[in-house]
């Protein structure tokens, strides 16, 4: 199983990024996905997760701010950030495995930086 994410970067504070973990090696539609990160001498944490039929689940942190999506044709997992703060830097992981909160294999992460 491979994870590629991507869309990173440099962003102001109040903006707006997008996030994108491809997944192949497994039937994507099937298993759970999560979006992680890890702030600089911080745990990782979670971020929100998605299970096969669509449910979303969210941190407290980012509820009202992100969104997680999927696509199963692109096996493609999406993570839209909007409305970014300065404590949302972090470098962003995704994650696949057999239940919500249960994930094997991750992906290489994507730095997210918001300035302000």
């Known amino acids: 199983v491979q994870l590629q994410a991507s869309g990173g970067g440099l962003v102001q504070a109040g903006g707006s990024l997008r996030l994108s973990c491809a997944a192949s090696?497994?039937?994507?539609?099937?298993?759970?996905m999560g979006w992680f990160r890890q702030a600089p001498g911080k745990e990782r944490e979670f971020v929100a997760a998605i299970n096969w039929t669509g449910r979303t689940y969210y941190a407290d942190s980012v509820k009202g701010r992100f969104t997680i999506s999927r696509d199963n044709a692109k096996n493609t997992v999406y993570l839209q950030m909007n409305s970014l703060k300065p404590e949302d830097t972090a470098v962003y992981y995704c994650a696949i495995g057999p239940r919500i909160g249960v994930y094997d294999y991750w992906g290489q992460g994507t730095l997210v930086t918001v300035s302000s």
């Open positions: 090696g497994r039937t994507f539609s099937s298993y759970p």
